[in-house]
């Protein structure tokens, strides 16, 4: 399957992806797509609108991730991941990158771990719990906040809050309806540090990737 990676476009992202990076994320897809036979993890089936809407989608946004997570083993969490999109690329992509999978759908976390254990990630924690009870646990752990297709953007952000660091940061990727989104965030308490066009190759669809940090307010 990797003259298809190539096909659609995967080295237009200029990632530097070496043979073993892309075996792994072939096999991720190939395992994704048994599982999904049976446990419905993901809508979208078929291994060409795999690839297009989740892999490719998935590691577009690392090249802006670079910028920001300068530290040399950041500690990231990925709310609501699901079929392991987009934590299990990065993870491939990025194995100093320490990635914890929040997922509280057993069949999922399942899943999750199966292609942890089937990769070697070890860069990878998986919880199989709601994302409150994570920041109960965990609370200011996280260097930054990563999601896809979750939920909306301020809820999104209600979630991540406690989970941040005092210099975290929240990835948020969107699509063009991001403006209404943002409408609904008290920019009072968070800064928009950027807000980043995502060109996907071989695929016509408007995506943004959105940087936000909380305003820290000093105390009364």
Avoid: Y
Avoid at 85 to 92: N, T
Avoid at 127 to 149: C, H, M, N, W
């Amino acid at each position: 399957m990797s003259n298809d990676l190539v096909s659609l476009g995967i080295e237009s992202l200029d990632l530097n992806l070496s043979a073993v990076n892309i075996a792994d994320l072939e096999l991720f897809l190939q395992e994704m797509g048994r599982w999904n036979q049976v446990h419905n993890l993901t809508a979208i089936e078929g291994e060409t609108n795999s690839v297009r809407l989740h892999l490719i989608d998935s590691i577009a946004v690392l090249p802006i991730m670079r910028q920001f997570l300068t530290q040399e083993t950041p500690n990231i969490a990925d709310l609501g991941s699901g079929g392991g999109l987009p934590a299990i690329p990065i993870a491939i992509l990025q194995p100093s990158w320490h990635v914890t999978l929040i997922e509280a759908i057993r069949k999922k976390t399942a899943f999750l771990q199966h292609v942890r254990d089937k990769l070697g990630l070890k860069n990878i924690q998986v919880l199989s719990e709601r994302v409150e009870e994570v920041a109960k646990s965990q609370p200011g752990q996280f260097d930054a906040v990563i999601s896809r297709a979750f939920t909306n953007l301020a809820h999104f952000l209600e979630l991540a809050l406690p989970l941040l660091n005092p210099n975290g940061l929240v990835f948020a990727m969107k699509a063009k309806r991001a403006d209404k989104e943002l409408q609904d965030v008290c920019m009072d308490d968070w800064q928009l540090v950027a807000d980043e066009p995502l060109h996907i190759p071989n695929l016509e669809v408007e995506r943004r990737f959105l940087v936000l940090s909380p305003v820290r307010k000093l105390p009364l």
